[in-house]
């Protein structure tokens, strides 16, 4: 069995009286602790799986680097062990000297549904984005984009067997295939995870992309999009008006309740040939 699933008894019932005890398979939740040239950076509930992209993904939102270069090495810690084995649980990032010098000092348990716990005001979270994502006139068609949610599905292989886990995925205009897609029980681990996988392959930023996302689009998600020069974010339920309030100033399209035929655009809706 994976780790990213873990079987448990259960007993189901139905309305008509009936029951019957059988195995279900459940995604799996784990503490991952991040270090930062040694010392105890944070620590995120997440699904084992793309570990070393949820962690660079998550130091890019945050700020702490901004490509692989910054970067000197990443490997699970060998001392992290339980009954002689490697948990797989702690991660130790050692960054450039020159980037390490210059890093936030952040020290908090974020749960898979909050990723903004421990900053202190929104205004530290409204940073200066690294990328102009005005300058990016990329366009989709919209009957393209309300395809993106069966597509974004389709690719969810832990999701078909335990109908627990977010998605994220990164398409371009013309193909209904997502570029990469990865799951987590967070919506902001997801995106963290496909962030870390582009700073891992050199693509930074992600310009002509537009990132989908399960449930709802939050501000955190559109500042994780903008921070790694996403141009535009789809979500299958609403966005909150700050985020909404970000994407704008930020030069982001943003799109809510892309679900069946029809969709919100919020924001940016010239990418979409929609008049503003």
């Not at 009936?18 to 939740?29: F, K, S």
């Not at 700020?63 to 490697?86: F, K, M, Q, W």
């Not at 399960?214 to 921070?227: I, N």
Request: glycine share 10%.
């Amino acid at each position: 069995m994976s780790r990213r699933t873990a079987r448990r008894r259960v007993q189901r019932w139905t309305a008509r009286g009936d029951t019957a005890v059988r195995p279900d398979t459940l995604a799996a939740e784990e503490p991952l602790e991040i270090r930062i040239d040694g010392e105890p950076f944070t620590v995120t509930m997440r699904t084992p799986g793309d570990d070393m992209d949820l962690v660079l993904g998550f130091l890019v939102s945050e700020g702490i680097i901004r490509s692989a270069g910054d970067v000197r090495t990443a490997a699970y810690c060998a001392g992290a062990v339980e009954d002689g084995l490697n948990t797989y649980n702690v991660i130790d990032v050692v960054l450039d000297p020159e980037v390490s010098r210059h890093r936030p000092v952040r020290n908090v348990l974020t749960t898979s549904a909050c990723g903004l716990c421990g900053r202190s005001s929104i205004d530290e979270v409204r940073t200066t984005a690294p990328y102009d994502l005005t300058a990016d006139d990329v366009q989709w068609e919209p009957k393209q984009i309300v395809a993106y949610p069966d597509a974004l599905r389709a690719a969810q292989k832990v999701f078909a067997s335990t109908g627990g886990l977010h998605a994220a995925g990164l398409f371009r205009p013309g193909p209904e295939q997502p570029v990469v897609v990865r799951e987590d029980v967070g919506r902001h681990n997801a995106v963290d995870k496909v962030v870390g996988w582009a700073l891992r392959d050199n693509r930074l930023p992600l310009t002509g992309t537009l990132l989908m996302v399960s449930g709802r689009a939050s501000f955190e998600l559109v500042q994780k999009a903008v921070v790694a020069g996403i141009p535009a974010l789809a979500a299958v339920s609403a966005p909150s008006s700050l985020a909404a309030d970000l994407a704008e100033e930020s030069g982001l399209t943003l799109v809510g309740f892309v679900r069946g035929e029809s969709m919100n655009v919020y924001t940016g809706g010239h990418r979409l040939g929609l008049a503003s």
